[in-house]
């Protein structure tokens, strides 16, 4: 129910869904001859489209995000586990066309191929079913995995976990699927997604070292104009807004300790 009712709350809520509402309802008020109340919520419609679109708003959003968690600045001597949590793949081109079609966040994959390569004896837990609410062939983890494996990583050391639908669910099942588990393990995922992901993986009592990869900002942004990127400055507004809000509800229910959890400790 979780899952279903959050898919439909993100159809509704997103920017761009929020401006057609707006103008929508603009209609109808105009429509009813009520051309006072139209124009505000049709400029309000106009308005939301203009920020999203043709500023950095987005950018100033997701920065802390993306500065909450760094990289160790000294790489562990052993890791026994390395998890990549599912979103880097196109599921329905990948399993429509018999390949592994990445997405945006392409990044976790490569980051977690480097990752493999530098600990050889790791092994490499992909997590992550399908997404969506209509379902697709393949997962996510088994697109990632026949990646993965084409570029030399043994099948041997992958496990992975097809299940799960969101990133709740990723922890609860990568928990399940590892059992008891000694030695360090490294959480591989999008720099504006690590902080709910790490409050959700220690939440289920599994400690892990955060590898973001997949950064969407530059980490000093400010806000300002910007004419020339109104489709990456709205993807980024969603991306933002989505996450945020992600926090904020997952916090409320108590799934994750705070609105925006924090390192521990330095990397060492």
């Not at 489709?231 to 809000?245: D, G, P, V």
Request: proline share 5%.
């Amino acid at each position: 129910m979780f899952f279903l009712l959050s898919k439909v709350f993100w159809l509704v809520a997103q920017p761009i869904s929020v401006c057609v509402l707006l103008m929508l309802a603009a209609l109808v008020l105009v429509a009813r001859r009520r051309m006072g109340w139209g124009l505000w919520v049709g400029g309000a419609g106009v308005s939301v489209l203009l920020v999203s679109a043709y500023t950095s708003l987005g950018l100033v959003l997701i920065t802390p995000l993306e500065n909450r968690f760094v990289r160790p600045a000294v790489m562990p001597e052993q890791v026994s586990t390395i998890i990549m949590l599912g979103g880097a793949t196109d599921g329905r081109v990948s399993s429509a066309r018999g390949i592994s079609e990445l997405n945006d966040a392409g990044d976790r994959v490569f980051e977690t191929l480097r990752l493999a390569q530098l600990y050889p004896a790791a092994r490499v837990v992909l997590t992550g079913g399908s997404g969506t609410l209509a379902g697709e062939a393949e997962s996510e983890a088994a697109i990632a995995g026949r990646l993965l494996q084409a570029m030399g990583i043994g099948q041997e050391r992958l496990m992975l976990e097809e299940a799960s639908r969101n990133t709740d669910e990723n922890a609860a099942r990568t928990r399940e699927l590892l059992g008891t588990q000694s030695g360090p393990v490294v959480l591989v995922t999008s720099a504006f997604h690590m902080p709910r992901s790490v409050g959700l993986f220690e939440r289920v009592g599994l400690a892990v070292v955060p590898w973001p990869a997949d950064y969407r900002s530059a980490g000093n942004e400010v806000l300002s104009v910007d004419l020339a990127n109104p489709l990456l400055n709205l993807s980024i507004m969603s991306l933002a807004m989505r996450e945020w809000i992600g926090l904020a509800v997952y916090a409320g229910t108590g799934k994750i300790d705070s609105v925006l959890p924090a390192q521990d400790r330095p990397p060492e």
